[in-house]
């Protein structure tokens, strides 16, 4: 096995065998609070997309949808197009930053909260412990025979867990297409093979790292634990057991028979026992630790109940460790969160979501673009003007039909109009109704006298007749003979 040598040059192995962790159940505020988020990140998985959103007759009615057959998005009343790409992406660079700022200002805090690794394999600890019984009954039936007993709690777990997992699969699919129906075809066999494919996959992989592999993943599988030092100094918060007043650490009865010998940390393992990565917190930051706080409602108990003040293990930065061994205070927790490091990071992220708003909110929902036909690039009329020919490819991205004015300014005395209309009667604008959320290509035609430049820039606009007047426009050339084609 591949190893690694530490500072000391023992080698350690790279890879630790998985030992079975059974993490006990806990109370108190951070459990409280753990309770509290996997309640909101799960409601808002299973439950978004069957949130309605109106948009109208000609657009779906489901709030969060990803519609690959039609190249659309749909984020409530946004509605992103294929060419508008880059608000997707500005929002993964946003998470990404409020990642960083989240690290740097209270460490794994993600990992141990909202990380969908950390939340499903919560769920699954707590369906272990509502099947088998808390820690020292999972111990007890792992570590025993293949009993009746057992045989029948470990199949009824996994048909937990393969109902969960099967349920997060399910709810992936319904963000790419509209919910109740893709509900009503998979359960009658209708879906597309597709969905079926990505559900199995999904059942499967949730079944085993939220069933099975849990903390590995954390541990060996995920490359965040490996970035996140990039993000954090020491004035980052990490769950921190306070070795210098928890050390040397003894039991009740013995620090009660050698009086002040011991520190307040009782040896009594509670904080190893809820850790539902199975560490020791007391050995010192380490990768395996999400910074979940179990370890410290944990302790917060046991101070309570043998009457020593609370925050042997806390939330603690390794300026303030450095601090309270030296006998002084841990800094107010707002010039903690506040400094320049996370204001940075806040700033940009800011930045991004004010720009992006911005955008949003001045961006037209009529877009131009205009192909020049270049065969024949120009055609002479008898009474000596000169036509050429243009494709319009016009995109009404709003979610009823248009209607829309097109016009030419820059051309003088040009006239214009569409495949089926004449020449007789055109004049400089002409108006289209544009189906709703669609691309529209029309032929145009425009007539110009043909005295003038053999190539001459014009622009070709488009206007709306009916709401939202703002519209596109795009420069183009007109050709006379001798342009040289
Ligand atoms: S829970 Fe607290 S007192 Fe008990 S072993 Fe852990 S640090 Fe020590
Ligand atoms: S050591 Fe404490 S904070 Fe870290 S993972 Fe374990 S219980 Fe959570």
Redesign the pocket.
């Known amino acids: 096995m591949a190893s690694a040598e530490d500072l000391s040059g023992a080698r350690a192995p790279l890879y630790a065998a998985r030992r079975g962790v059974y993490?006990k159940a806990v109370s108190g505020p951070f459990r409280r609070f753990k309770w509290a988020i996997m309640g909101v990140t799960l409601a808002i998985y299973y439950g978004t997309p069957w949130m309605r959103w109106d948009r109208g007759p000609y657009a779906p009615d489901q709030a969060v949808l990803v519609d690959l057959a039609n190249r659309r998005f749909y984020m409530f009343q946004i509605e992103i197009w294929p060419h508008e790409f880059y608000y997707v992406a500005g929002l993964l660079i946003m998470a990404g930053i409020g990642l960083f700022l989240v690290t740097s200002a209270v460490g794994r805090a993600w990992c141990?909260y909202a990380c969908p690794q950390t939340v499903w394999t919560d769920l699954f600890q707590h369906v272990d412990r509502l099947v088998d019984g808390d820690r020292n009954a999972q111990v007890r039936l792992a570590n025993g025979p293949w009993s009746f007993e057992k045989i029948s709690k470990r199949t009824i777990k996994y048909l937990i867990y393969l109902t969960i997992a099967f349920w997060t699969g399910g709810a992936w699919i319904m963000y790419f297409a509209d919910a109740p129906t893709l509900t009503h075809d998979f359960w009658t066999g209708q879906a597309a093979p597709i969905a079926y494919g990505t559900v199995a996959v999904l059942t499967a992989t949730t079944f085993i790292l939220g069933g099975f592999l849990r903390e590995q993943v954390c541990i060996y599988m995920c490359p965040w634990p490996r970035i996140q030092t990039a993000m954090m100094d020491e004035k980052s918060l990490l769950?921190t057991y306070k070795d210098w007043r928890g050390e040397p650490r003894g039991s009740v009865k013995k620090a009660m028979a050698h009086p002040g010998a011991f520190g307040d940390c009782i040896d009594c393992n509670q904080?190893?026992a809820?850790?539902?990565?199975?560490?020791?917190?007391r050995e010192g930051p380490?990768i395996?630790?999400?910074?979940?706080?179990?370890?410290?409602d944990?302790c917060d108990g046991v101070m309570a109940q043998v009457g020593r003040p609370r925050g042997l293990?806390d939330y603690c930065t390794l300026d303030d460790a450095a601090a309270e061994k030296a006998g002084g205070q841990a800094r107010p927790a707002l010039r903690t969160l506040l400094r320049p490091r996370t204001l940075i990071y806040l700033g940009v992220w800011s930045a991004i979501g004010a720009a992006m708003l911005f955008s949003l909110g001045q961006r037209t929902r009529l877009d131009l673009a205009v192909q020049h036909e270049r065969s024949p690039l120009h055609v002479q009329l008898s009474d000596g003007h000169v036509r050429n020919n243009y494709t319009l490819k016009l995109r009404n991205m709003e979610t009823r039909p248009r209607r829309v004015a097109v016009s030419v300014s820059g051309l003088a005395d040009a006239v214009l109009w569409t495949e089926g209309g004449t020449r007789e009667g055109a004049g400089r604008t002409v108006s289209l109704t544009l189906a709703p959320d669609s691309v529209t290509r029309v032929r145009l035609f425009i007539a110009a006298p043909g005295t003038g430049p053999a190539r001459q820039d014009f622009t070709i606009s488009t206007r709306g007749l009916d709401g939202d007047p703002r519209g596109d426009s795009d420069i183009i050339q007109f050709d006379r003979p001798g342009s040289g084609q």
């Open positions: 993490p141990g769950v904080c190893v809820v850790c539902p990565t199975g560490i020791d917190i380490q395996g630790c999400i910074t979940c706080a179990l370890c410290i944990a293990i």
